[in-house]
């Protein structure tokens, strides 16, 4: 069983930065591919970032490409959301997921079995 537990969100102006850690414990981040969603109020959840276990292929969502990167510490057995040049519409709570050795489509929902609970990002203006 794989639990994993966002920290880092909070309130940021636009065109600030803010890093999302998600903390995995149950199997390491390196057998772990790991996905970054986030879903907005009265929006479905979607896919921003994820990172193959292998650390071979990352995939970004078109509205994030540039702005974001993820990142993982083994170490630590924590991935990084790094998000930069925050923008109103980023405003959402953001979930961590995980499925071990897991394959494409790493933007589909299905694809993942653990999730987080989330972590609130507020951007303001």
């Known amino acids: 069983q794989v639990q994993l537990v966002e920290s880092g969100g909070g309130l940021v102006q636009a065109g600030g930065s803010l890093r999302l850690s998600c903390a995995a414990s149950?199997?390491?981040?390196?057998?772990?591919?790991m996905g970054w969603f986030r879903q907005a109020p009265g929006k479905e959840r979607e896919f921003v970032v994820s990172?193959?276990?292998?650390?071979?292929?990352?995939k970004y969502a078109d509205s994030v490409k540039g702005r974001v990167t993820i990142s993982r510490d083994s170490a630590k057995n924590t991935v990084y959301l790094q998000m930069n040049t925050l923008k109103l519409e980023d405003t959402a709570i953001y979930y961590c997921?995980?499925?071990?050795?897991?394959?494409?489509?790493?933007?589909?929902?299905?694809?993942?079995?653990?999730w987080g609970q989330g972590t609130q990002v507020t951007v303001s203006s």
């Open positions: 149950g199997r390491t981040v390196t057998s772990l591919t």
């Open positions: 997921a995980a499925v071990p050795y897991g394959g494409s489509p790493y933007s589909s929902i299905s694809s993942y079995n653990y």
């Open positions: 990172l193959r276990w292998d650390g071979g292929t990352t």
